[in-house]
Every structure is written in C-alpha cells, then in structure tokens.
C-alpha cells in the first residue's frame, strides 16, 4: 500500500513538473519593431521599406502569413526547398528569431495594389 501512495505522488509530481516545462517552453512572441529594424537594414532594398515591392522581379511581402515568410527565409537559409543565391546571402545571416520577426513585420503590413498612370 506504501509503494502504491508514493507511486501515485510521484506520478502526480512528474505530472505537474511537465506542464509546467511545456508551459515555460512556449514561442516568444515575435518583436515587430525588431523586424522592422532588420528589414530596413537587409531587405528594403529589393522588397521595400514596407514590403510592396515596386518591381516585379522582387515579391511582394506586406500582409503575407508570417509563418509563411518565416518558412521561406529558413529554406533559403538551409539552401533546400529554396535555392536562390541572393536570398541564401541574405538569409544567412538572420537567426530563427530574426526571421520570425521580419516575417510578422512584413505580415503586419497593409499591401498596396498597383496603381496604373495612362498617358493620353
């Protein structure tokens, strides 16, 4: 009966240590102020200050899935599902951290649409 009492009390505690290491194990939160900061600094230049890319060789980033973009940046990064020497420069240098950021910086964005000028 003894053995039965401190199995149940040790399986109660093993229990409650757990939760609480999956509950402290949670994602950050991602820093947009942050990602604005690296996007000014590494990204701007091809894909805009804020993500709407004035040329079409370069995509479009405002108002896309954060996760989406942050995916993106990490297959550049490892050089697999997405292979482009360019963005594997860029990519290179920001950590998981950084790409979450820059990529719900770019979520945050409004997208604008393509305004045409005629000439008459």
């Known amino acids: ?3 039965a ?3 149940a009390i040790l399986a109660a505690s093993s229990a409650v240590v757990c939760a609480q290491e999956a509950g402290s194990k949670a994602p950050a939160k991602a820093d947009t102020a942050k990602g604005q900061k690296i996007a000014q600094q590494v990204c701007a ?3 805009a ?3 709407n890319s004035p040329s079409a060789a370069n995509p479009k980033l ?3 899935i954060p996760e989406y973009l942050a995916k993106q940046l990490a297959n550049f990064k490892a ?3 997405r292979k482009n020497p360019v963005m ?3 990519a290179s240098t920001l950590s998981p951290e950084d790409m979450r950021d820059v990529a719900a910086y770019y979520g945050a964005q409004k997208p604008r649409s393509e305004e045409h000028t ?3």
């Open 62 to 64: 405002a108002g896309q």
């Open 118 to 120: 005629s000439e008459l």
């Open 88 to 90: 594997l420069g860029m």
């Open 49 to 51: 200050a804020d993500g």
């Open 5 to 7: 009492v401190a199995f």
């Open 79 to 81: 050089n697999t599902d």
């Open 45 to 47: 230049a091809c894909h």
């Open 1 to 3: 009966m003894k053995r």
